[in-house]
Nanobody
Framework: QVQLVESGGGLVQPGGSLRLSCAAS????????MGWYRQAPGKQRELVAS???????NYRNAVKGRFTISRDNAKNTVYLQMNSLEPEDTAVYYC???????????WGQGTQVTISS
């Protein structure tokens, strides 16, 4: 099993910044990609950004140029730096890990991000 623990959510004003962290522990060998998803009230969960073990990244169009995903392999941690935040970014953000060893993904508990003046 893999455990994912997120931190860093909160309330910020439009134009502000936040950095989310996701620490992985447990059976981390076999994880080939990690990412961040978000889910706003009444909407489906959507991919925000992902990063592979090789460092390749992918972003949804709405966050390109504003968000940056990165990883610290020594700490088994993935980060999401979010700048120029907009009210539309308000959602619960979930950390995700994909493993070669299981047919299912691993998820964190979620962290609330609220953008409001």
């Amino acid at each position: 099993q893999v455990q994912l623990v997120e931190s860093g959510g909160g309330l910020v004003q439009p134009g502000g910044s936040l950095r989310l962290s996701c620490a992985a522990s447990g059976s981390i060998f076999g994880i080939y990609a990690m990412g961040w998803y978000r889910q706003a009230p009444g909407k489906q969960r959507e991919l925000v950004a992902s990063i592979t073990s090789a460092g390749s990244t992918n972003y949804r169009n709405a966050v390109k140029g504003r968000f940056t995903i990165s990883r610290d392999n020594a700490k088994n941690t993935v980060y999401l730096q979010m700048n120029s935040l907009e009210p539309e970014d308000t959602a619960v953000y979930y950390c995700n890990a994909k493993s070669q060893r299981t047919p299912y993904d691993y998820w964190g508990q979620g962290t609330q991000v609220t953008i409001s003046s």
